[in-house]
């Protein structure tokens, strides 16, 4: 499979630079996910956000919360975030991440897609609060979407990988800087999927 030839452990495809992602199935347990799932689902304080776009206000395909060290209001990517305080789910959650990612995160964005009409369009998280070449351990829930990353000079070379149930994701390396990613609209049914950035803003 293509995806793969993105990963750390293919040397396959010279031209592809290594030690951007690293992509852990199952790093959580069925039971674990389950649970997780059910209990972000109630618990978070889930926003559908707007953003002007060509001098219209429109509504974030997808619900998003933001939790962290503290709760003081900062600006990120051009808006005012109050991030709530952690959970205890997402305490558990982020000790996991950390423990696998070897870095420590002060902050999550959580992102609630309902269905396949819910999508996060092609960015990078390049803002300069979150420092050069940042870490960001991306986890799943639920419903498996796909996440496609591309090159910012070259959109052909672009790769997918399934985000499946329970799945850990570790961003690493120029990622955010010379790549995009999205998750897209899927024209299939699909259920719900939840998933958390963990991030160090500074
Ligand atoms: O849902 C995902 O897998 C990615 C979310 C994302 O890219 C973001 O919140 O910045
Ligand atoms: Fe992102």
Do not use: C
Request: hydrophobic letters at 35%; charged letters at 25%; zero cysteines.
């Amino acid at each position: 499979m293509e995806q793969l030839s993105f990963f750390d452990d293919n040397r396959q495809s010279p031209g592809i630079p290594a030690g951007l992602m690293d992509y852990k199935p199952n790093f959580f347990t069925a039971e674990e996910s389950a649970r997780l799932f059910r209990e972000l689902k109630e618990t978070i304080q889930w926003k559908q956000e707007t953003i002007l776009m060509y001098g219209k206000t429109l509504y974030t395909p997808r619900l998003t919360a933001w939790y962290g060290d503290n709760s003081k209001t900062y600006a990120f990517s051009g808006k005012r975030y109050d991030p709530y305080l952690w959970t205890p789910d997402l305490l558990f959650i982020k000790q996991r991440v950390e423990q696998a990612a070897a870095v420590t995160f002060n902050s999550v964005l959580l992102n609630n897609y309902r269905n396949g009409n819910d999508s996060v369009a092609w960015h990078a998280d390049d803002e300069p609060e979150l420092g050069v070449n940042p870490i960001i351990a991306s986890v799943s829930f639920g419903q498996a979407r796909r996440f496609d990353v591309r090159h910012k000079q070259n959109h052909k070379l672009k790769y997918s990988v399934e985000l499946g149930n329970g799945s850990l994701l570790i961003m690493r390396g120029d990622l955010q800087h010379n790549w995009q990613h999205q998750v897209p609209k899927s024209t299939k049914a699909v259920k719900e999927r939840i998933n958390l950035t963990f991030r160090m803003i500074s």
